[in-house]
């Protein structure tokens, strides 16, 4: 199995910064491709950002131009750096973690979500 551990999180006024971490662990050989998601309480979870296999990256419209995603494959590592935070980014914000693992001819593939961490920008 794989598992994802979220940190970071906390409290901030806006326009205030946060730095957001996810630890990937599992199976050994595993390819990661890595996003954010979060979600506010009644509403769906939605994509914030994250990165493919080959490190490409993508952001929601809401967030381009405020946060930056970056990556540390050795340490399958995952940070969000969220700047200029409003109101709105108030939410809980999760780490998905998606495995890619050869075995001979065969591949696995395994995802997991991790527990969240909260984020509360207050105005």
């Known amino acids: 199995q794989v598992r994802a551990v979220e940190s970071g999180g906390g409290s901030v006024q806006a326009g205030g910064s946060l730095r957001l971490a996810c630890v990937a662990s599992?199976?050994?050989?595993?390819?990661?491709?890595m996003s954010w998601y979060r979600q506010v309480p009644g509403l769906e979870r939605e994509f914030v950002s994250g990165f493919d296999r080959d490190g490409t990256t993508d952001y929601a419209y809401f967030v381009k131009g405020r946060f930056t995603i970056t990556r540390d494959i050795v340490e399958k590592t995952m940070y969000l750096q969220m700047n200029s935070l409003k109101p709105e980014d108030t939410a809980m914000y999760y780490c998905k973690v998606d495995c890619r693992r050869r075995a001979g001819a065969a591949t696995f593939t395994y995802d997991a979500w991790g527990k969240g961490t909260q984020v509360t920008v207050s105005s």
């Open positions: 599992g199976y050994s050989g595993c390819e990661y491709a």
